[in-house]
């Protein structure tokens, strides 16, 4: 083969490559979606997946004024006699996701968040057996994500 066919060949060869590899790109709304809930005892660990265009996730210890207090929104929602309500207890279970993006520069970001969620998950003093939560993240330019719930949960 001649010099200027291989030229030709490995040109083709780095378009056809070029074009297989997409850069990464996502919102900077962050994305979630419910992995687990594993339950032991009383206490439990909530996982979730999430993604975040700008990488712009998490609170330091400095952040604690409204509305810095939380970025991680978690609803109790039981189900009385068929129907889900979603109730407040004298405890909540919102969460503070620490920053996970330690870089300067703004990146798309995404992993799993691990959620210990006690001393008890469920209300021991109600009479129903039947939960699940609602969950929503903020990352710092105040961006909601999306709401999820988890599966039913069957409490003891």
């Known amino acids: 083969m001649s010099l200027k066919t291989n030229i030709i060949v490995v040109i083709i060869m780095a378009i056809a490559l070029s074009s297989c590899l997409k850069k990464q790109s996502a919102s900077p709304i962050p994305f979630i979606e419910f992995k687990d809930f594993i339950a032991n005892k009383d206490t439990a660990n909530l996982l979730i997946n999430f993604t975040d265009g700008d990488g712009d996730i998490g609170l330091t210890q400095n952040d604690t004024i409204a509305p810095n207090n ?87």
Request: net charge positive.
């Open 70 to 156: 939380y970025n991680c929104f978690i609803s109790y929602i039981e189900k009385q006699k068929g129907v889900w309500v979603k109730r407040i207890l004298p405890f909540d279970f919102n969460y503070r996701i620490p920053i996970i993006n330690t870089s300067s520069k703004a990146k798309t970001i995404q992993g799993e968040i691990k959620i210990a969620i006690k001393p008890y998950y469920y209300d021991p003093f109600s009479k129903f057996d039947t939960i699940k939560y609602e969950i929503y993240i903020v990352d710092k330019a105040l961006n909601k994500s999306n709401v999820i719930t988890t599966r039913e949960i069957i409490t003891p």
